[in-house]
């Protein structure tokens, strides 16, 4: 049924189809029908027993035309929500590629700081190894002259 794609459904109610099944109730926003409330067999159109009840009159052609109106600016603005629901997601995802950025950032930081502490310790050692080289060939060189003095 064609109204069914341009209907919203409101819920089911205490109307009961020739399936015996509760029927639904739906809000009409066809051009011819917009507003009218209807009830309907809750199986899909192939399988329905074709239960289908107005519970609203015609309305007036002001009143269509007003509520046709009415639902297309509702329609639009739900359109819109949902693109700027899109963009805040998408800003989301920018915003956590940023964070991750400067975190890494700060890390190279951290980093570089203790790349710069162990450089200064390998210096350091270095400095203390030369010693220590100059120490043993002095310790040596005095050991030697000990050992080489005639007795
Ligand atoms: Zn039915």
Not at 29 to 37: E, F
Not at 51 to 64: H, K, N, Q, S, T
Not at 107 to 133: F, G, I, Y
Request: glycine content about 4%.
């Amino acid at each position: 049924m064609s109204q069914a794609s341009c209907s919203s459904q409101d819920g089911s109610s205490k109307h009961t189809c020739l399936c015996g099944l509760a029927a639904n109730y739906f809000t009409a926003y066809t051009p011819a029908n917009a507003g009218r409330r209807f009830y309907k067999c809750p199986r899909p159109d192939v399988d329905s027993c074709g239960y289908f009840d107005w519970v609203d009159p015609i309305l007036p052609d002001r009143a269509v035309n007003v509520i046709c109106k009415l639902k297309s600016q509702v329609d639009a603005l739900k359109f819109e929500r949902q693109k700027l629901k899109e963009k805040i997601v998408s800003l989301e995802g920018i915003d956590a590629v940023n964070r991750e950025r400067d975190m890494l950032k700060q890390k190279v930081k951290e980093l570089e700081a203790t790349n710069q502490v162990d450089r200064s310790k390998v210096v350091k050692l270095e400095d203390d190894v030369s010693k220590m080289k100059v120490v043993i060939v002095i310790s040596l060189f005095l050991f030697a002259c000990i050992f080489s003095l005639p007795v």
